[in-house]
């Protein structure tokens, strides 16, 4: 999950509103998805380039911290190890497309780790963001929208007990893909 906790961060840092995040995990058909779509500024050709090389950034804040980014070359290059392929989209003025697909047995494939604790530090530390969370093993899945959510409660989004409940959704998906998992 680093690696995509480090892309939808760059996605929030760059001003996107909304951050998509899809899991898939195939073991049948030995194929593992991660992508990351936002409709942040998006990024011109040779910007992409520049990313895509350690050590480039695209917002100010990191540059004037004295921080590099190199996290989009460093999971590119997790990829390619894996024998998977990458791709980077982006539009100025549309958003940004990240998707990496890699061999769900390849030995050198990162493990996902704690799902549910890694979503809920986005949701906890953006609130002002919209996620759209789908996370799919095999034929289970589970999906959480934080834009209807939103859009029901109003002022009361940013409160303790909106986020225990979208926590606990969360949680609850996770729990399932994992009864899912087992039973299969």
């Given at each position: 999950m680093l690696h995509v906790l480090d892309v939808a961060m760059n996605a929030v840092s760059a001003g996107a509103r909304t951050v998509k995040i899809s899991l898939c995990e195939d073991p049948e058909a030995d194929r593992f998805t991660i992508v990351v779509a936002d409709?942040?500024?998006?990024?011109?050709?040779?910007?992409?380039?520049?990313?895509?090389?350690?050590?480039?950034?695209?917002?100010?804040?990191?540059?004037?911290?004295g921080?590099?980014?190199?996290?989009?070359?460093?999971?590119?290059?997790?990829?390619?190890?894996?024998d998977g392929s990458f791709r980077l989209l982006s539009r100025p003025g549309v958003g940004t497309l990240v998707e990496a697909v890699m061999p769900y047995g390849h030995p050198d494939r990162p493990p996902l780790g704690n799902v549910a604790e890694s979503l809920q530090a986005l949701l906890l530390g953006c609130v002002s963001i919209n996620w759209c969370l789908t996370h799919r093993i095999s034929r289970h899945q589970y999906r959480l929208d934080t834009r209807p959510v939103r859009r029901i409660v109003g002022a009361a989004y940013d409160t303790r007990a909106v986020r225990e409940w979208l926590l606990e959704r969360i949680r609850e998906g996770e729990a399932a893909l994992a009864v899912g998992r087992q039973t299969r």
């Open positions: 409709d942040g500024p998006g990024m011109s050709a040779d910007m992409i380039d520049r990313v895509l090389r350690e050590f480039a950034t695209t917002t100010t804040e990191t540059k004037q911290a921080w590099v980014g190199f996290g989009l070359a460093l999971f590119r290059g997790t990829v390619e190890t894996c």
